[in-house]
């Protein structure tokens, strides 16, 4: 029997879910740029287009992709394909417990290189940054000179939405074995927390059950940068107390930010 998906009559592939295995990011590793260029071995290909050889289902959505570009992306589905006994007449695989935006937003960056996620705002470009503490925000306009820092999110396009959108990417791609893909959602995590660590929008609560219910407790990646922004902002209130609350109904993550 297959240990990656079930063949159903009708010659479909549906994958089991794996057990939870963390992929090799450390927090003490720095976080590469954010690609801005596809990856050239890649870029002749692109989704749906007439050479697309295998259907990845989502939620009801048909994905139109390639069997040689899911290989070398993903680990997940190059066992699929390497174990599947029936490789030539195999043409599809549904994937439970992941939603088809962002499945969209995997294969896009399986295809480029980057995924952009919808409704962001263009954060200006400026002299000096000024999201980065309270006072920043709300003192006098000469007030981010005293740090003189860049801002690193200048020009991204970035919405408080984003923040969990990046999250469940992140555990998705630990799903598939990507690790490249999880560095690129963690850095979008700290792009989307420099600038809005203090909006009631950001569904902090919610970034935090799934980072740490959907991913193994070795992998401390995504969990330690909500931690680190939980701790740099001491006091913070966002998504309607939530937050607190969520973090008395677990101790250990208390005691890792160390409000009190």
């Known amino acids: ?10 010659r479909k592939a549906e994958p089991k879910t ?21 990856k050239s071995k890649q870029s002749k290909l692109t989704l749906g287009d007439e050479t697309a050889d295998f259907t990845i289902i989502c939620e009801d959505t048909r994905y139109m992709a ?13 066992r699929m394909f390497r174990f599947s006994g029936s490789e030539t007449s195999e043409r599809e ?25 919808p409704d962001g705002i263009q954060i200006p470009k400026a002299d000096y940054c000024s999201h ?8 006098p306009a000469s007030s981010p000179k005293i740090f003189r820092r860049k801002c690193p999110c200048a020009s991204k396009s970035l919405a408080p939405a984003h923040l ?9 791609a630990d799903y598939l074995g990507m690790s490249d893909l999880k ?5 979008g995590v700290v792009d989307v927390l420099h600038v809005y660590w203090q909006s009631r929008d950001l569904e902090l609560m919610d970034a935090l059950e799934e980072a740490f219910t959907a991913t193994p407790d070795d992998d401390r990646g995504m969990r330690d940068v909500l931690v680190n922004a939980l701790k740099e902002h001491p006091g913070l ?13 677990n101790p250990d993550v208390n005691e890792s930010v160390n409000w009190d």
Do not use: C
């Open 1 to 10: 029997m297959n240990p990656f998906f079930e063949i159903s009559p009708d």
């Open 132 to 139: 980065s503490r309270f006072a920043l925000l709300e003192g």
């Open 93 to 117: 695989v549904e994937v439970p417990g992941v939603d088809a935006l962002s499945m969209k937003h995997i294969l896009d960056y399986m295809y480029k290189g980057e995924y952009a996620l």
């Open 18 to 38: 794996p057990h939870g295995r963390a992929s090799p990011v450390s927090s003490a590793e720095a976080i590469p740029p954010t690609p801005s260029k596809p």
């Open 164 to 172: 969990l959108m990046h999250v469940r990417i992140y555990t998705i």
């Open 183 to 187: 560095f690129y959602a963690q850095q």
């Open 66 to 78: 390639h069997k040689e570009l899911l290989s070398t992306s993903s680990p997940y589905f190059a």
């Open 237 to 249: 209130v966002v998504d309607r107390g939530n937050v607190r609350e969520w973090l008395d109904e």
